[in-house]
């Protein structure tokens, strides 16, 4: 026998083993309540009881005891853990090393200034400084892994502003006293005209222009520069020229957007929109690059005449029908044959970089000297 307290009454009572587990009335106060489990192993399940809600009880059970034991165990470890340290990794060691750092000064920059650009109001002014950060993106690229100069960058930045205003408003005065065969015979149908007039007018005038900051740097600045160092002059004269003049592409895209819309409506805004998207792209991205390509190929010959310091006419003549060359084909290739024409862009930065790494075999000194 066991014994047992009446939980209503208190009055002591005895029940076997085989009871328990079931319900009975105290024999004092006449109250139901239910015998307690003496062997849980050996029991009998409670009348009406699912023995699956039974193990679903004790696994829950089990369950909010370890989690209670756990989150114990983390509240515990967070106030031992230093947090400031923790989630902010910047003290006043790691603070010097964070400005010296180009790499992530430069995926900073390329992933915030974006970001930053299209909070100005005026559209015509996000798409000037869009077109100004795509040009100094490739000229960073140009400067410190293609050229590898560690020369000033005052220069440098002086010469894509100098094109990209002066140098495009001169290349249009110039262009109004030229006959209008010449200026119109890159558009001709006839082919040979056609890519004869790419060559003399557009590539031959275009890098003319782009040539004009690597001639002044030499006259004015010419103790401060290397042969390196004018080659980068010359690089972003081509990207401020390639920068303002995609600015004018831009909105020749959006009057063409606009004609299409007026000739065939909705499915010719749709075309034209999707046209000056692709165009946008190009042109920020990879002609952008073409631009610097050849006018850095101007600027080499011209710094190898300076170094030989004899033929120099001879020199930068080849520099300049070389760069014209390439130029002029490749915007007639552009028109026919996009395809060829980007392999020929590969081939026109091969051509450079071959001309880089001849330039950086041999010793580099300032002119100067």
Not at 275 to 282: D, F, I, R, S
Request: with cysteine.
């Amino acid at each position: 026998m066991n014994a047992v307290s009446c939980p209503h009454c208190k009055t002591p009572l005895e029940f076997p083993e085989s009871a328990s587990g079931n319900q009975r009335f105290c024999s004092t106060c006449g109250q139901a309540f239910v015998l307690p489990i003496i062997d849980p192993g050996s029991a009998e399940i409670p009348p009406n009881q699912d023995p699956s809600i039974q193990s679903l009880n004790e696994s829950f059970q089990q369950f909010i005891e370890k989690g209670s034991k756990q989150a114990q165990t983390i509240l515990k470890d967070l106030n031992d853990i230093p947090l400031k340290q923790e989630i902010i990794p910047i003290d006043h060691s790691n603070i010097q090393l964070l400005l010296k750092d180009f790499i992530f000064w430069a995926v900073s920059l390329l992933g915030v200034i974006p970001l930053l650009i299209i909070t100005v109001e005026q559209v015509s002014t996000q798409l000037t400084m869009f077109a100004l950060f795509f040009a100094l993106v490739w000229g960073v690229i140009f400067k410190k892994f293609i050229i590898s100069d560690t020369g000033t960058q005052r220069l440098a930045i002086a010469s894509l502003f100098f094109t990209g205003i002066m140098g495009i408003w001169l290349l249009l005065f110039v262009y109004r006293f030229l006959p209008d065969f010449y200026l119109g015979m890159a558009d001709s149908g006839n082919l040979v005209i056609s890519l004869f007039g790419y060559v003399i007018q557009v590539g031959l005038f275009e890098e003319a222009v782009k040539s004009i900051p690597v001639f002044l740097a030499i006259k004015w600045f010419q103790k401060d520069l290397n042969p390196l160092s004018l080659i980068t002059i010359g690089v972003f004269s081509g990207l401020g020229f390639a920068a303002f003049e995609n600015l004018h592409y831009g909105d020749q895209a959006v009057g063409n957007t606009y004609a299409k819309t007026l000739d065939y409506g909705t499915s010719g805004l749709v075309s034209g929109v999707q046209n000056a998207m692709v165009l946008v792209l190009l042109r920020s991205l990879s002609l952008v690059f073409c631009h610097a390509v050849f006018s850095g190929i101007v600027a080499y010959f011209i710094s190898i005449a300076q170094i030989r310091g004899e033929k120099k006419g001879a020199l930068i003549l080849i520099g300049f029908a070389t760069a014209a060359i390439l130029h002029g084909v490749y915007d007639w290739l552009a028109g026919l044959q996009p395809t060829i024409a980007a392999l020929l862009a590969g081939f026109s930065f091969a051509l450079f970089y071959g001309y880089l790494l001849k330039l950086k075999a041999a010793r580099q000194e300032p002119f100067g000297a």
